[in-house]
């Protein structure tokens, strides 16, 4: 085998679990039996890994003949479902381990299911599941919120062909992602390091840990959003 025939794994791309939810679209490249699946972004991106961060609140195995274990998953914006079974024995015995609530890191592939009403389902079939604290979790939040914001602006570049794409496919406007970043950033006002707070006493908030970036991403999306700059301003105070 070449250097050329060996498979390379694709960056895993962040989202929140809004606009996850909402990527009911996957696709190919190409015809060749291995090519790999994509889902895509209504921001305007195609995933074949996604990279999340959030509160494990739910662990079930809902397999019938074989153990299948599903987690529940949530961030500020909705929630994550994650599928492990015995094509992924590392995630499904973290599933089965795990005592919730805790926050875990997924890295996995995304993956879409029709039901029988039409409606489809987007869930992530984990790679890995790890355990992390509470300021990890805070900065994913912050970086995802980055990312996102960095999509909807490139959204109407000339060349943007998946921003095009997603424009055929969603009948939906990308401003409600705005609105769902600016809330998860909030959210991060009431975030506690608790391993912080449990050495010293003191609670520091993202907001006191990150300001400078927590501040980029606001304006970020200030110079994206008509007539709601009230709403952005209450969050610097």
Do not use: C, H
Request: glycine fraction near 4%; charge should be negative; proline fraction near 4%.
């Amino acid at each position: 085998m070449s250097a050329d025939d060996i498979p390379t794994r694709e960056v895993a791309k962040r989202a929140f679990a809004a606009e996850f939810n909402d990527a009911a679209f996957s696709f190919k490249e190409s015809d060749d039996d291995r090519a790999p699946v994509y889902l895509l972004f209504p921001t305007g991106a195609k995933a074949n890994r996604v990279f999340l961060i959030g509160t494990l609140t739910e662990t079930e195995d809902v397999g019938e003949d074989n153990e299948y274990w599903r987690g529940r998953i949530i961030d500020p914006t909705g929630t994550f479902f994650v599928y492990a079974g015995q094509y992924q024995p590392e995630a499904a015995q973290k599933l089965r381990e795990l005592n919730s609530p805790a926050y875990v890191a997924v890295s996995g592939k995304p993956r879409t299911f029709e039901t029988d009403d039409g409606t489809t389902n987007v869930s992530v079939r984990p790679e890995s599941i790890t355990v992390v604290d509470a300021a990890t979790r805070d900065r994913w939040v912050v970086e995802t919120a980055e990312r996102t914001l960095d999509r909807i602006t490139a959204f109407e570049d000339e060349g943007n062909e998946y921003a095009r794409m997603a424009s055929d496919k969603y009948e939906m406007s990308i401003d409600q992602y705005i609105e769902t970043t600016v809330s998860a950033v909030e959210s991060l006002d009431e975030s506690v390091d608790e391993l912080n707070t449990a050495s010293t006493g003191e609670t520091d908030t993202a907001w006191n840990l990150w300001p400078p970036v927590l501040i980029r991403v606001i304006l970020n999306a200030v110079s994206l959003m008509t007539g709601k700059a009230d709403s952005i301003r209450q969050l610097l105070i």
